[in-house]
């Protein structure tokens, strides 16, 4: 049985070289921002959920499997997550985990919870639309990280299938790959494992933050 992974590497100087040595095409260069929302008291990304806009694209990556312990090295090494990509159901997912929150905790008041609902009650009657920052005000959504990347992709022909591999550059200093491929499932070996662009991003900007999130995702 496989599975699709993604995987994260350093790149070095000579990384594109390497990829063009062994057949890789490259299908696409381009530039985009990202910036990241969260509360005030990171709610979402104290729960791994990272919500993102990217050049107008909302995104919500969940945890696919949240509050387990990996139990081997492809699980430690490589990330999964649930990637929701529809922003009504963005919204509708993000108040419910802020509403959770505020369920579980005492940090909001009532007229914030009144506001949640009404987002949660509004997802299924109205159009949303990408500039409409209304929603984030509602649930008092921040933008807490924002950098931009330049991104090279390649794809590689192999016998099971298409391999893709983006080479990241962002704006603070930072490269990094990602590989995507189908393997057998426990099928990759144990290195280092590599840190994203938001890990580092966070080191310089948020290490309060980072350490909190660092403590979540070893339990
Ligand atoms: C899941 C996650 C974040 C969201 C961004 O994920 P990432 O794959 O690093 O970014 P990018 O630009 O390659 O996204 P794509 O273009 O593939 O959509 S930010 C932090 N996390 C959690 C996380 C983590 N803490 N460490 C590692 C190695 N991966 C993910």
Redesign the pocket.
């Known amino acids: 049985m496989t599975v699709e992974v993604?995987r994260?590497f350093v790149c070095d100087a000579e990384i594109m070289w390497k990829l063009q040595d062994i057949g890789a095409k490259c299908i696409g260069q381009w530039q985009f921002r990202?910036q990241?929302f969260d509360s005030p008291d990171f709610i979402l990304t104290l729960k791994?959920f990272?919500l993102?806009c990217?050049e107008g694209l909302w995104?919500l990556?969940c945890p696919a499997v949240s509050g387990t312990t990996p139990d081997n090295d492809t699980e430690t090494l490589c990330?999964r997550?649930r990637?929701i990509t529809s922003l009504p159901l963005i919204q509708s997912e993000v108040s419910r985990i802020i509403r959770e929150h505020t369920a579980e905790g005492s940090e909001s008041n009532s007229s914030q919870r009144e506001q949640i609902d009404k987002v949660a009650e509004n997802e299924d009657t109205e159009i949303c639309s990408a500039d409409d920052t209304k929603w984030l005000n509602d649930l008092n959504l921040v933008c807490f990280a924002e950098f931009k990347?330049e991104r090279c992709s390649y794809t590689l022909e192999r016998e099971a299938g298409a391999v893709r591999v983006?080479l990241?550059q962002a704006d603070f200093g930072y490269c990094v790959g990602?590989i995507e491929v189908l393997v057998p499932e426990g099928g990759l070996s144990c290195q280092k494992?590599?840190?994203?662009?938001?890990?580092v991003y966070l080191q310089s900007n948020e290490r309060n933050l980072l350490f909190k999130?660092d403590r979540i995702?070893l339990k």
Do not use: N
């Open positions: 993604e994260k990202d990241y791994d990272w993102r990217r995104e990556k990330t997550y990637e990347t983006d990241d990602e494992k590599v840190k994203g662009k938001m890990d999130v995702q």
